[in-house]
Each structure stands twice: as C-alpha cells, then as structure tokens.
C-alpha cells in the first residue's frame, strides 16, 4: 500500500475496541482488536493502550509482523483517514482530549472522533440521521436530524444510568438472587442459574467472586444473557428483569423521537443485548411512530462510512 491508500475506523465499546481497515471504497481488509478503551472506565493510559492495540493488529494483520519495527506501526502506513467512534466520548471536552492524544500520535491527518452511537446512526439509517440505541455492557441513545439537531438520552454510565444495559439487567439480576439467599425474594431457579454461570457453590460465594479486584463490568454484564435465556423459558422472575430493561430503553427511544423533533425517524439498532427476545419486548414497548427500524451488526462499518465522507472533503 502506497501513502493515502487506507481508511481506518475504529469503534470502541464498553466491551472492546476494533479497528477495521479498509481500502477507500470501503473494502474491508483487516482487523484488529484490542480491550475495553472507554476513558471514564479504564483510565486514558489505558485507553491510548486499546486503541494502539487494535489499530497495530489490523495493520499488522493487513501488512505483516515487520510493519512496526521502525516504531508505530500506523506511521508511513498509508492512512488517508480515519472515524473514532468512542462510548465515553460524551462532551466536547472528552473529544478534546482523544483528539490531542490522537494528533500526537500521528495517527492520521485527517480524523474525526464522536461518540460510538453516532457510528450506528451513519451505519443504520438510510440517509445517515434518525435515533440510535445501543445496548451491551452499557446503553446510550443518540439521535440526529437532517438538519443537524443532535439529542443524546442516557449513556449516564453504570452507577448513574444505563437503564436497560446488560450491567444493569446483571445486576437486577444479581440483587434479587441474594435476596432470594437470604429470604426476601422467591427466585430459587434465577438464582441457581447464576450460580451454575459461574461455576459457585452456593450464595456465599457470590460475595467473594462478585468483589474480587480482577472482575470487570464485562463480566457482570455478561450475566444478561442468562436472564434472557433463564426468560425465554417462561420463568417469570427473569422475564420481569427483561421487560423492565425493555421499557426503560423504549423510554430512551420515545424521549430522543419527542426531543428530535422529526416525525417518523428510522431506528438503527446495536449492542448484544438487541439480537434477540430482548430487541422483541422493547418494539413493542415503543410508543414512538418509526419510519424504519435496522440492527447494525458491525458498526464499524459506520465509522468507514464517516471516514470516507471526511477524504472526499
């Protein structure tokens, strides 16, 4: 690849980051995957590390094991330009901040960074404006005009918000198991699905493990599925954990519509938590009037999108 042959998008969650480089029209070349780079989460040393780790893979991926050996890798690699799209970008400051590490970095000369729902906007619509909702460790949901109108509704991280985010529906689930250890609660089935999910004994054990120093919020999040599994199988416990989730996120949705002020936007739709019966409750929680409605399975693909619109400018 020869200078300004490539365009980089990196999409960075509250799970992982990846980057995906692509050739200019958008073809799909490599990736590369790094952990979580959510600043507010882990830390902006550890941040820069993510997004390093991920960008050096797909470049390595696409180039080969020599591409770094004269420093970064990303530099004389033929990036003409590049989308960061970022949960714990949600002011004008945090993008401030990711775009001076960026520069000296040198990573590309012409970038721009947003938040990562804005990737779902550009990747699930059909004209690249309308609402957002993502819903994996975390939920946010962002919606944008055709003339520029952006509203934003949640994204309040997990001790503030989140409503309707795996983390919470773990932890929903999490706080009616131990009142079911102790007496309060009768949900013997959620309980001992949980405990079986982590290989425990019993209750008990739950505290050590649950505090441990090494347990991240991925983990705990990753307890949603066993409620929506525990839910599809007709236990009422779990299924009021996943419509409540439903309803608090179809209230972020009706919220972002009323806000919006558009009547009729498309819905784009991500997160691992809306694949499946989740994605059902919340539609028909929604009270809103859509035009459309698309789950994005690879949102990277909506920082290409913004990566190539910014070279053609």
């Not at 591409?67 to 970064?72: E, M, N, Q, S």
């Not at 520029?148 to 509704?153: A, E, L, P, T, Y």
């Not at 779990?238 to 009547?263: F, K, M, N, S, W």
């Not at 909506?302 to 990566?307: C, Q, T």
Request: hydrophobic share 45%.
């Amino acid at each position: 690849m020869t200078q300004g042959e490539l365009l980089l998008a990196v999409e960075g969650s509250g799970s992982r980051t990846q980057a995906l480089v692509t050739d200019l029209r958008g073809k799909g070349l490599a990736r590369g995957f790094g952990p979580c780079s959510n600043p507010h989460t882990v830390g902006f040393d550890s941040f820069g590390e993510a997004i390093a780790t991920a960008i050096e893979g797909a470049l390595v991926n696409l180039l080969g094991p020599r591409v770094g050996a004269g420093g970064a890798p990303w530099r004389g690699a033929g990036i003409a330009g590049a989308c960061f799209g970022l949960a714990g970008v949600d002011s004008k400051e945090d993008e401030a901040q990711v775009s001076r590490w960026l520069k000296e970095q040198a990573i590309a000369e012409k970038f721009v960074v947003v938040n990562d729902a804005d990737l779902v906007i550009a990747g699930g619509t059909p004209e690249g404006w309308g609402v957002a909702l993502i819903s994996g460790v975390g939920s946010i949901c962002v919606g944008r005009s055709p003339a520029g109108k952006v509203v934003r509704v949640g994204g309040w991280g997990p001790l503030l918000g989140d409503e309707g985010s795996g983390y919470q529906v773990a932890l929903g689930a999490l706080r009616l198991s131990t009142q079911t250890a102790d007496g309060r609660a009768g949900a013997s089935a959620l309980l001992q699905a949980i405990l079986r999910h982590w290989s425990l004994p019993d209750a008990s054990a739950l505290i050590r493990h649950v505090y441990a120093p090494t347990m991240t919020p991925r983990e705990i999040a990753d307890l949603a599925s066993v409620v929506i599994e525990l839910a599809a199988k007709g236990d009422t416990d779990a299924q009021a954990i996943v419509d409540e989730a439903a309803r608090q996120l179809a209230r972020q949705v009706d919220t972002a519509v009323r806000e919006l002020g558009v009547p009729r936007p498309p819905l784009a739709l991500a997160g691992s938590l809306l694949r499946g019966d989740l994605r059902r409750a919340l539609m028909s929680a929604i009270s809103s009037e859509l035009a459309s409605v698309t789950y994005v399975p690879d949102p990277c693909r909506g920082a290409v999108a913004l990566a190539q619109r910014l070279v053609k400018t």
